[in-house]
């Protein structure tokens, strides 16, 4: 069965750092484009950021440039989210996602939205 989970989800206050890992049980991550995407109460899942497995180009949502990191660890064969400085407006289910086509890890990352493989979230709360 081929299933994603992620992991390291928390709460922390405002200015705090958190690192997320989305790990792939079945099949190797390193193959696939994956993507984080998160839901915040009350609002639409968006894409975060997204690697993609051909070339390691990575895109982010503006409002998380300079400040979340996606990378992977192949030794441990996961992938990462390094989320720094957060802001409560961060807060929500973080999912990751994966693809075997790049096509889905754009700079739009409404594409990322139509990824194949999905994990069942992981909460992350920002907050004093």
Same mark, same amino acid.
């Given at each position: 069965?081929?299933q994603l989970v ?43 950021t997204c690697i ?21 660890? #192949? ?8 989320? #720094? ?34 994990? #069942? ?8």
């Open positions: 069965q081929l992620e992991s390291g989800g928390a709460t922390v206050q405002p200015g705090g750092s958190l690192e997320l890992s989305c790990a792939a049980s079945g099949f190797i991550l390193d193959n696939y484009a994956v993507a984080w995407h998160r839901r915040a109460p009350g609002k639409d899942r968006e894409g975060v993609q497995h051909s070339t390691n180009n990575a895109y982010y949502l503006d409002s998380v440039k300079g400040r979340f990191t996606i990378s992977r660890d #192949n030794a441990k064969k996961t992938v990462t989210l390094r989320m #720094n400085n957060l802001r409560p407006e961060d807060t929500a289910v973080y999912y990751c996602a994966a693809d075997h086509l790049d096509f889905f890890c754009a700079d739009n990352l409404e594409k990322t939205l139509g990824m194949y493989y999905w994990g #069942n979230g992981t909460l992350v709360t920002v907050s004093s």
